[in-house]
């Protein structure tokens, strides 16, 4: 389940590292800066249509099972993969060229909205007694697995192919690689056992949708709050490889390592999330969130310091997104328990599609806008500390439902774990 999850995500977000190269292929102009933007307002077009696909593919999964909508996700994902890997460049087709461009990147996007629900309710509904943030952190992992392999790939390419190579076609490698394993995750899927029986299920998916709206509506309000947080946290670390190139003026072979150890540290603070299960999952949040609030400022002004080594970079960098990820370990489970069963799949999809698309899906593009406007690299601090403080605040309101408690409870070890 976990391969097929990495999969979706390194499909969606590998294109981010690749954004100067698919600017320069796929949008035409002599300006730099243009073609960057032209680049991250299409990587911005997959989160359109998330919505649409958490909705869709959300209650799909709350009516015929995680497993069926699982399986559906994955194959929409390599599709759209093939087309970004295979697709000629502006020069040799035309206009047609960021068209086809623009049409995978919809489907992509509909796709990933429709993943993280699915495949966090089945984490959720599958986890072993006391188990469950630490089971609903792989959601957490195999994004960041998703991102480490995109980075590694970047960190590969500017190692063995030089700039000509690397803008001319060794950007299409990534997607080729993702496409290759997609029959894997395909069959790992269909292997599953399903988390949710026929009585537990409404009978339709528009039952689905106004149970949600009736009686669920400030969960997710909340939960759009906390996604923002994470998610513009998330672009603007997913963004670093972008930024070290134009704006700190690094090689890229800087910049993409700078996006691979930050990674490995988050992998590492993911894993200190998992504490929940003894401290509380809103405690915990509400603390790493705090915490992660007051660094993000003087990090940044080390980052952004002329006089700062490389090895200072690295290690601020790397502890700064450490302290980001401890959250993360907790966040999936803290969410889904704040939905009961039968909407638990359309409730998360929902929620973190709405917070995807309408904060990180503009974040890239808004922050190299405000950087080029106002001259200033700590735009990316600024904007990081606004979706902090928001996140706090959706922390605090929300509160687990009480059939999540109760299915908590009945899993939990002799020491109950505090929701």
Same mark, same amino acid.
């Given at each position: ?215 669920? =509506?400030?969960? #997710? &309000? $909340?939960?759009? !709050? @906390? ?6 946290? /998330?672009?603007?670390?997913?963004? *670093? ?45 509400? =603390?790493?969130? #705090? &915490? $992660?609030?007051? !660094? @993000? ?6 980052? /952004?310091?002329?006089?700062?080594? *490389? ?62 406007? /106002? ?45």
């Amino acid at each position: 389940m976990i391969i097929g999850n990495w999969l979706e995500f390194y499909d969606f977000l590998v294109f981010a590292f690749f954004a100067v190269m698919i600017g320069r292929a796929f949008f035409p102009g002599e300006s730099e800066i243009t073609r960057l933007l032209s680049a991250l307002a299409t990587f911005g077009v997959g989160f359109f249509t998330r919505p649409l696909g958490a909705a869709m593919i959300g209650t799909y999964a709350d009516r015929k099972g995680r497993r069926a909508a699982m399986t559906l996700t994955l194959l929409m994902m390599a599709a759209a993969s093939a087309i970004m890997a295979l697709t000629p460049t502006y020069d040799q087709i035309g206009v047609a060229a960021p068209i086809i461009l623009v049409v995978a990147r919809l489907i992509q996007g509909f796709s990933c909205g429709g993943e993280v629900g699915p495949a966090t309710t089945y984490l959720l509904e599958s986890a072993p007694p006391g188990k469950r943030a630490a089971m609903t952190a792989w959601q957490a992992y195999s994004q960041l697995m998703a991102l480490i392999s995109g980075s590694l790939a970047g960190v590969i390419l500017t190692a063995i192919l030089s700039e000509e190579q690397l803008y001319a076609w060794g950007w299409r490698i990534p997607f080729l690689l993702g496409i290759v394993i997609a029959p894997v995750a395909l069959y790992i899927r269909r292997q599953l056992p399903e988390t949710i029986e026929p009585s537990e299920t409404h009978s339709s998916a528009r039952a689905v949708l106004a149970d949600l709206v009736r009686h669920h =509506a400030r969960p #997710v &309000l $909340f939960g759009v !709050l @906390i996604i923002c947080g994470g998610t513009i946290a /998330t672009y603007v670390f997913t963004y *670093l490889t972008t930024y070290a190139i134009t704006t700190l003026k690094l090689s890229a072979a800087v910049g993409t390592t700078l996006a691979l150890t930050g990674y490995l540290a988050q992998a590492a603070g993911v894993t200190l999330g998992v504490w929940s299960e003894r401290f509380g999952r809103k405690r915990m949040l509400v =603390a790493m969130r #705090v &915490l $992660f609030a007051l !660094l @993000i400022y003087p990090a940044y002004v080390m980052l /952004t310091s002329p006089d700062a080594s *490389l090895a200072a970079i690295l290690v601020v960098n790397m502890a700064l997104q450490a302290t980001f990820a401890t959250g993360m370990g907790t966040i999936y489970a803290f969410l889904a328990e704040a939905f009961p069963k039968a909407v638990r799949s359309s409730g998360l999809s929902i929620l973190y599609a709405l917070g995807t698309t309408i904060f990180g899906g503009t974040t890239q593009f808004v922050v190299a806008w405000l950087i080029d406007r /106002t001259g200033s690299p700590m735009v990316p601090a600024w904007y990081m500390l606004a979706a902090t403080f928001a996140a706090i605040a959706g922390v605090a309101l929300l509160k687990p439902h009480p059939e999540a408690v109760r299915e908590h409870l009945a899993h939990a070890t002799p020491s109950p774990a505090r929701a």
